[in-house]
């Protein structure tokens, strides 16, 4: 919406003037700057390399034998897909029928 409303601006600018150009395009390019999203973390946890834990229900690595939080034992499910859950069965069907 901002950025519309900036290129309402500039056409103004430019018919009554293109001095005021000089005033709506760094104002544009500061909006853009300041409005726009941050990057996603690539570290942070994701279904691929994070599990729960079953213990302390906390996000630990897949690969990890031991939580970091509670100290309980775990079984590392690095080889695992990371779309299949812990109670789902091998062949996919979770009501048993």
């Not at 150009?21 to 390019?29: A, G, R």
């Not at 690539?42 to 630990?60: A, D, F």
């Amino acid at each position: 919406m901002g950025h519309l409303l900036f290129l309402i601006l500039h056409f103004i600018a430019a018919m009554f003037g293109a001095v005021l150009l000089f005033v709506t395009i760094p104002l544009h390019l500061i909006y853009g700057a300041a409005s726009s999203k941050p990057a996603p973390d690539p570290n942070r946890p994701q279904p691929r390399t994070h599990v729960i834990c079953p213990s302390c229900r906390e996000l630990v690595r897949r690969d990890a034998s031991i939580c970091r939080f509670c100290r309980q034992g775990l079984v590392p499910q690095a080889n695992l897909p990371w779309w299949r859950l812990d109670n789902e069965p091998e062949d996919g069907m979770r009501d048993g029928r």
